[in-house]
């Protein structure tokens, strides 16, 4: 049917992708390097249309997936829209991890196996991009870290539910929790990668391990993939929808307002501030407390605890 006719990838107009399809793989680049391959929603859009394309095209046995340059594969999503977007409006989140659960899904279930070709810096979303593929090649220089509670969010996109499958139960604390980096050579002998290589024989270690893939029953193959997805899959199922909610709702909080924003300031976010108000029992879910107050003057309603002021008319508030 002409619906499941795959299209040339020169076809596609994408803008922060490269997609090429050659010799039965297809290779998927992010291709954003001045922002180290983080991915911003357009990113995630054209991706899933690149790994839909690859999934229906019958002359492709396997897909690599990489970042451009050799700085960065991926760190996750662009903090910067986060920013700008997300902790203005939460509620258009909810439609954004509704397009990452959908790119995630495509790329587990593409009926064949992918490749992430590591070729520098992996942290938060691109690991779990990293950990959504089927298998992993690093190069040594590669460093792969969680960000979650460094910048106000949480791993819930494929890090907190395939690290514990993956890595074992202490050690995905250790980077869900931490955020520290971990060498390539770590990621090795915790399972998370397959090999590691030069970055010079990065391209050939691939390359020999797409020509192995291609050397197998492609039926075989696909069901193969079906079956050890289970775990993954399960855990994935099990709790994303609720991760998609609760973060879209997070991000009308402090905490993300201020990771977010310092990470775009280039400064170490109030850590210890939002500590020290918990501990005194002051307000820690907005920066200047609930929306209890209001204003005499003008009857603006919904004011902040911490306002002595009107933000509507500027009268002075009384005394709470």
């Known amino acids: 049917m002409e619906v499941f006719k795959p299209r040339p990838a020169e076809e596609f107009e994408f803008q922060e992708?490269?997609?090429?399809?050659?010799?039965?793989?297809?290779?998927?680049?992010?291709?954003r390097p001045h922002a180290y391959n983080a991915y911003t929603t357009r990113t995630l859009w054209e991706m899933f249309q690149a790994f839909q394309d690859a999934a229906w095209d019958d002359s492709i046995s396997v897909l690599v997936l990489t970042g451009a340059g050799d700085k960065a594969f991926c760190t996750g999503g662009d903090v910067k829209e986060y920013a700008a977007v997300y902790t203005r409006k939460p509620r258009e989140y909810w439609k954004y991890m509704t397009l990452f659960a959908m790119t995630h899904d495509m790329l587990r279930n593409l009926g064949k196996p992918a490749i992430a070709r590591l070729n520098g810096i992996v942290a938060g979303g691109g690991n779990e991009?990293?950990?959504?593929?089927?298998?992993?090649?690093?190069?040594?220089?590669?460093?792969?870290?969680?960000?979650?509670?460094?910048?106000?969010?949480?791993?819930?996109?494929?890090?907190?539910?395939?690290?514990?499958?993956?890595?074992?139960?202490?050690?995905?604390?250790?980077?869900?929790?931490?955020?520290?980096?971990?060498?390539?050579?770590?990621?090795?002998?915790?399972?998370?990668?397959?090999?590691?290589?030069?970055?010079?024989?990065?391209?050939?270690?691939?390359?020999?391990?797409?020509?192995?893939?291609?050397?197998?029953?492609?039926?075989?193959?696909?069901?193969?993939?079906?079956?050890?997805?289970?775990?993954?899959?399960?855990?994935?199922?099990?709790?994303?929808?609720?991760?998609?909610?609760?973060?879209?709702?997070?991000?009308?909080?402090?905490?993300?307002?201020?990771?977010?924003?310092?990470?775009?300031?280039?400064?170490?976010?109030r850590y210890l501030e939002i500590r020290q108000r918990l501990a005194e029992g002051l307000p820690t879910e907005f920066p200047w407390g609930g929306y209890v107050r209001s204003c005499p003057s003008c009857g603006a309603s919904f004011l902040p605890e911490g306002f002595r002021y009107c933000g509507q008319c500027g009268a002075v508030l009384p005394s709470p």
């Open 129 to 269: 991009f990293n950990m959504a593929c089927d298998l992993a090649i690093a190069a040594e220089h590669v460093t792969i870290r969680q960000v979650g509670t460094r910048v106000g969010s949480v791993a819930a996109g494929g890090a907190t539910q395939w690290l514990p499958i993956m890595i074992g139960d202490r050690r995905a604390r250790e980077m869900l929790f931490l955020c520290e980096p971990i060498t390539a050579q770590q990621a090795l002998e915790w399972g998370l990668v397959n090999q590691v290589v030069p970055y010079t024989e990065l391209d050939a270690a691939v390359e020999e391990m797409c020509q192995k893939i291609i050397r197998k029953f492609p039926e075989c193959t696909r069901y193969t993939k079906q079956q050890v997805n289970f775990w993954k899959d399960l855990a994935w199922h099990a709790t994303i929808g609720h991760a998609r909610d609760w973060l879209s709702l997070h991000f009308a909080c402090w905490e993300p307002l201020e990771g977010m924003t310092a990470f775009v300031e280039k400064r170490e976010p």
């Open 17 to 31: 992708i490269l997609y090429e399809k050659r010799d039965g793989i297809a290779r998927v680049t992010i291709n």
